[in-house]
């Protein structure tokens, strides 16, 4: 009878003490899967920034190996831009005009390139530069994408008006080359994927001989457009081109057909909030 009665007494507290161990395990279940659903989203937001500083698939190689070996690619077409009298127009403006003078022009630029297999690789100041055929190659397609690009994006910055210049348009002086580079990661703080070899320095210097709201671009670039076809070029004759001697060159003036997007696009106020396609799915991803 007394074992009985210490079993009675006994129970109850065991059964509460068993009950409140299964809700706790419970509470402690359901607080880790949301845990693990915000660890999960924090790593799609890291991973979507991590995506616009480094090509995708060499984030991903990086984020795996720690280490990325450079590559050769023997056929990449490269874009530089700048702005035309950028160093006086920024005398002439406050430092917040320039800032938000150049954030205006990088997120139409940045939004416009979304549309073309091409990959920005940096802004320097008011330089511009994109490639296409890497990291992942594109066989010849690289050549119709940035030229079809530099005609997109010069056909926009026109939209834009100079900070303390009434009536002014933006003017931008483009160049394109294509050929062989080597590229990889470089740096341990802040890695870069960069270019390397005599293609980038081409086209460098294809933009700083060019001349305001024209693409200046290499015989070889003029060559590998007329294999594709569909481009108009014409011949701007010899150049001479620092470090290079002289060089034949030629002018993109346009390509068949037009480009789609501009008279959709070029208008002053369609530009005032765009935003790049990559901050809407950051945003999206930050929302979720």
Request: negative net charge; glycine residues 8%; proline residues 5%.
């Given at each position: 009878?007394a074992?009985?009665?210490?079993?009675?007494?006994?129970?109850?507290?065991?059964?509460?003490?068993?009950?409140?161990?299964?809700?706790?395990?419970q509470?402690?279940?359901?607080?880790?899967i949301?845990?693990?659903?915000?660890?999960?989203?924090e790593?799609?937001?890291?991973?979507?920034l991590?995506?616009?500083?480094?090509?995708?698939?060499?984030?991903?190689?990086?984020?795996?190996?720690?280490?990325?070996?450079?590559?050769f690619?023997?056929?990449?077409?490269?874009?530089?831009?700048?702005?035309v009298?950028?160093?006086?127009?920024?005398?002439?403006?406050?430092?917040?005009?320039?800032v938000?003078?150049?954030?205006?022009?990088?997120?139409?630029?940045?939004a416009?390139?979304?549309?073309y297999?091409?990959?920005?690789?940096?802004?320097?100041?008011?330089?511009?530069?994109?490639?296409?055929?890497?990291?992942?190659?594109?066989?010849?397609?690289?050549?119709?994408?940035?030229?079809t690009?530099?005609?997109?994006?010069?056909?926009?910055?026109?939209?834009?008006?100079?900070?303390?210049?009434?009536?002014?348009?933006l003017?931008?002086?483009?160049?394109?080359?294509?050929?062989?580079?080597?590229a990889?990661?470089?740096?341990s703080?802040?890695?870069?994927?960069?270019?390397?070899?005599?293609?980038?320095?081409?086209?460098?210097?294809?933009?700083?001989?060019?001349?305001?709201?024209?693409?200046?671009?290499?015989?070889?670039?003029?060559?590998?457009l007329s294999?594709?076809?569909?481009?108009?070029?014409?011949?701007?004759?010899?150049?001479?081109?620092k470090?290079?001697?002289?060089?034949e060159?030629?002018?993109?003036?346009?390509?068949?057909?037009?480009?789609?997007r501009a008279?959709?696009?070029?208008?002053p106020?369609?530009f005032?909030?765009?935003?790049?396609?990559?901050?809407?799915r950051?945003?999206?991803?930050?929302?979720?």
């Amino acid at each position: 009878m007394a074992i009985l009665a210490l079993v009675l007494v006994v129970s109850p507290i065991i059964i509460v003490l068993v009950c409140n161990a299964v809700a706790t395990i419970q509470v402690y279940a359901t607080n880790l899967i949301i845990k693990a659903q915000e660890l999960k989203a924090e790593q799609r937001r890291s991973d979507t920034l991590l995506f616009q500083m480094l090509p995708p698939s060499v984030a991903r190689q990086l984020k795996h190996v720690q280490e990325v070996p450079a590559e050769f690619y023997s056929n990449v077409t490269v874009y530089f831009s700048d702005i035309v009298g950028f160093t006086e127009i920024a005398a002439e403006s406050t430092p917040l005009e320039v800032v938000r003078f150049l954030n205006s022009i990088y997120k139409l630029f940045d939004a416009r390139i979304e549309h073309y297999d091409v990959y920005k690789v940096e802004t320097i100041g008011d330089s511009y530069m994109v490639a296409s055929g890497l990291p992942d190659e594109n066989g010849r397609k690289h050549v119709s994408e940035i030229a079809t690009m530099a005609l997109d994006l010069l056909a926009g910055s026109s939209v834009f008006a100079i900070p303390r210049r009434p009536g002014e348009r933006l003017q931008i002086r483009s160049g394109i080359h294509t050929g062989p580079v080597v590229a990889g990661i470089v740096g341990s703080k802040m890695p870069r994927y960069c270019l390397f070899g005599d293609t980038v320095n081409t086209a460098s210097r294809m933009e700083t001989t060019g001349e305001p709201l024209r693409i200046h671009i290499s015989s070889e670039m003029n060559e590998a457009l007329s294999q594709v076809g569909g481009f108009e070029t014409e011949l701007r004759g010899l150049v001479e081109v620092k470090g290079k001697g002289v060089l034949e060159t030629y002018w993109l003036v346009g390509k068949q057909g037009g480009i789609t997007r501009a008279s959709e696009l070029d208008t002053p106020g369609f530009f005032e909030d765009l935003q790049p396609i990559f901050i809407r799915r950051f945003r999206a991803s930050f929302s979720h």
